[in-house]
């Protein structure tokens, strides 16, 4: 188990849904600056676990703890406030705005300053600043000032990443950044999480089933099965754990698996 400073932990977690138990007690300890990855098959309580953490839902059972404070009973938007910020499988945007529109208009969120519809956009120069940091960071820079809806779908899922963080939060929780993304803009989405992580104290969660990308940015490893945690480790650790293969990964990800666990010997 790792042994740094957390800045997450989940504690005995259960969530039920009338006699469906989707989460069941599940511990979690997420370490300060570290990519820790979440992955399972289709209904093994991921996105029920991140719901939990970002607040969407109420624990049956447990609490979440936040920089050392309990957070459990914290509604969704507090949670935001307090550092932690949440992508979602389907693109949430405004896609009549631009790009620069939609990330400026986060940060302004963020700053609690009204928009004045008298006052120019460029009078706002520090959020629009920020907001090309922001945009600078996932690689968006050219397209700053195109719509939004003219975005390619990966380009639309860069969007949301700047977004979040315009929030500035300390916790990214990343639900699926790969979903609907051609495979050969994978890899720009695995540098883009190192730039990001590179660049601020930041941590990062991500739920994914791209196992490329899994294997290729996380610190640390959590296996989901029926609601449970299945086991825990490092990329190699979790590469040749024969229970997690036989119960998930299998056959489907061998080279991948295979490449992870041959870095583990060298």
Known sequence: ??????????????????????????????????????????GAGKTTLMNLISGIYKPTR?????????????PLHRRAHIGIGRSFQ????????????????????????NFNVLRRAYSYDSFIAEAMRAI?????????????????????RKL??????????????????????????VREM???????????????????HNMNLVMNVSDYITVMHLGSVLAEGTPAEIAANKTVQSAYLGELYSDVLDKAAGAAHE
């Open 190 to 208: 695995i540098e883009n999480i190192g730039r990001i992580r590179a660049q601020a104290d930041r941590t990062i969660i991500i739920v994914e």
């Open 62 to 74: 447990g609490e979440v703890i936040f920089k050392g404070q309990p957070i459990t009973n914290l």
């Open 1 to 42: 188990m790792a042994t740094g400073e957390p800045i997450l932990e989940c504690r005995h977690l259960r969530k039920e849904f009338g006699g469906l138990v989707a989460v069941n007690d599940v511990s979690l300890r997420v370490e300060r600056g570290r990519v820790h990855s979440i992955i399972g098959p289709n």
């Open 160 to 185: 949301e990443l700047a977004i979040l963080l315009a929030g500035a939060p300390e916790l990214l929780i990343l639900d699926e950044p790969t979903a609907g993304v051609a495979s050969e803009q």
């Open 90 to 113: 389907i693109t949430n945007i405004f896609p009549n705005l631009t790009v620069l529109e939609n990330v400026r208009l986060a940060v302004q969120a963020r700053s609690k300053v």
């Open 136 to 156: 600078h960071e996932v690689g968006l820079t050219p397209v700053a000032s195109m719509l939004a809806s003219a975005l390619p779908h990966g380009g639309k």
